[in-house]
């Protein structure tokens, strides 16, 4: 892959910033000039494509920007729910497209930081990246005392972009509420952008992440789960020097074909980790990506990355989990309980309106509690919702508190790694802790 640098210039950004909202104005125009041309038959069509077509245009502005702007489409494809799938799908990308950064800028932050090249600072030292994220690369390395390690290192030029990065993308998000009747209130959008600014400013401070780590390293106690040593004498704010575990991620291991022992033996742990922070830790570690798993060959699994670690106020694991129903009137009083709808909402428009929308979801996240056990296989994709469906349904949202953000991004996404190892598994913990 070609190595990229961040534009780190205000006025590029800017620019690459204004560039997009012109195409997505323009493409809007154009849209509403061939709507009225088209017949009522293909409008929905046209509908989808209009959203995918923005989506595209979004993805590739952030794209440029690379940085937090990518990390910020990341999170936003995970976060709003409510946006159109298109628009969604495309941000999605951003997950898996991220080009490491070449030796030189990596050794100039570290010299940054520590006054000296890391070859002089570590036995062994490689100085390409064996992975790469949004907001820094990981390297392997080897201590004075012959111990492996992994040290990740910050792009240059992260930490400095984020409130102007988040400005950035909170234009291009306002140019498309003004261009579609399918986005919530834009003040809810504008809340979930600032809780994505405050979750990225904790996530460039690699001394709060290695807090985090040493947290979870003390408070985890499930048989078979390993947490990362954190070397504190090789850390910095923008250096993190933790243990390097080997095994294998998620995705790597199942292309192996594990037989069903042992995806329901690594299913279980899963989802009895997940069931622990919610019920006993009441914190979540909140990045469900398959490769912050590791599969160890002594049946243990090592869970790594701990940038974005949510603290959930007291109560509110047992709200959420009244969720886990098909009684439409519980459903209606949690909704309420979250705040996720106004009071003034009554339980006639909840049931006409926002319940023929979300049916579908809540069927398909409160399966897996609904019985001793549960058989992954037979759960179906993530339910996507059509655009002509989304109108009412987001106008009822009364505000998205960041809790509920956490908890949708670490239960959806645990259960669509389930589904993915195929697993047949105990669920009684869900619900019973």
């Known amino acids: 892959m070609?190595?990229?640098?961040?534009?780190?210039?205000?006025?590029?950004?800017?620019?690459?910033?204004?560039v997009t909202t012109a195409k997505i104005g323009l493409k809007h125009a154009v849209y509403l000039g061939k709507k009225t041309l088209s017949s009522t038959a293909n409008t929905r069509q046209k509908n989808q494509q209009h959203e995918e077509d923005m989506g595209k245009i979004v993805f590739a502005a952030l794209t440029q920007l690379r940085g937090t702007a990518l990390k910020i489409a990341q999170m936003m494809s995970l976060e709003l729910d409510m946006l159109p799938e298109g628009i969604r799908a495309e941000l999605g990308k951003a997950c898996h497209r991220?080009?490491?950064?070449?030796?030189a800028h990596i050794r100039k932050v570290y010299l940054a930081e520590f006054n000296t090249v890391p070859e002089k600072v570590f036995a062994q030292f490689e100085p390409d990246a064996f992975a790469a994220a949004s907001l820094g690369q990981v390297h392997k390395a080897v201590s004075p005392d012959s111990h492996p390690l992994a040290v990740k290192i910050q792009y240059p030029g992260i930490a400095a972009s984020i409130k102007s990065d988040v400005q950035l993308?909170?234009?291009i998000m306002k140019s498309i509420s003004l261009s579609t009747s399918y986005l919530p209130r834009w003040e809810i959008i504008e809340n979930v952008l600032d809780g994505v600014q405050k979750q990225l400013e904790k996530e460039v401070d690699y001394t709060q992440e290695a807090e985090n780590t040493r947290w979870f390293s003390e408070n985890f106690k499930i048989p078979n789960v390993r947490i990362p040593s954190v070397y504190c004498q090789f850390s910095s704010k923008r250096v993190l020097t933790t243990e390097h575990i080997t095994g294998k991620h998620l995705d790597q291991w199942l292309e192996e074909n594990p037989d069903q022992t042992l995806r329901n033996h690594y299913g279980q742990l899963l989802f009895d980790m997940f069931c622990y922070q919610l019920h006993e830790l009441n914190v979540l570690h909140a990045d469900p990506h398959p490769g912050n798993f590791l599969i160890c060959d002594d049946g243990s699994i090592a869970l790594?990355?701990?940038?974005c670690i949510q603290h959930l106020a007291p109560g509110y694991p047992g709200t959420v989990t009244r969720l886990f129903t098909r009684d439409r009137q519980q459903i209606y009083q949690a909704y309420k309980s979250l705040g996720i709808i106004s009071d003034n909402l009554s339980f006639d428009e909840f049931t006409d309106d926002v319940f023929p929308v979300i049916e579908s979801m809540h069927t398909w996240m409160s399966a897996p509690g609904?019985?001793?056990?549960?058989?992954?296989?037979?759960?179906?994709p993530v339910p996507q919702k059509t655009l002509s469906q989304m109108k009412k349904p987001v106008k009822a949202i009364n505000s998205i508190r960041q809790d509920q953000v956490y908890f949708d991004r670490s239960y959806f996404g645990l259960l669509s790694i389930?589904?993915?190892?195929?697993v047949e598994i105990d669920t009684t913990k869900l619900l019973h802790p």
């Open 169 to 171: 993308v909170r234009g």
């Open 98 to 103: 991220v080009t490491p950064l070449n030796r």
């Open 304 to 307: 790594i990355d701990f940038g």
């Open 2 to 18: 070609r190595h990229k640098s961040i534009p780190t210039e205000k006025y590029k950004r800017t620019a690459i910033t204004a």
């Open 370 to 380: 609904l019985g001793k056990t549960f058989n992954f296989a037979e759960l179906p």
């Open 418 to 422: 389930l589904r993915k190892m195929k």
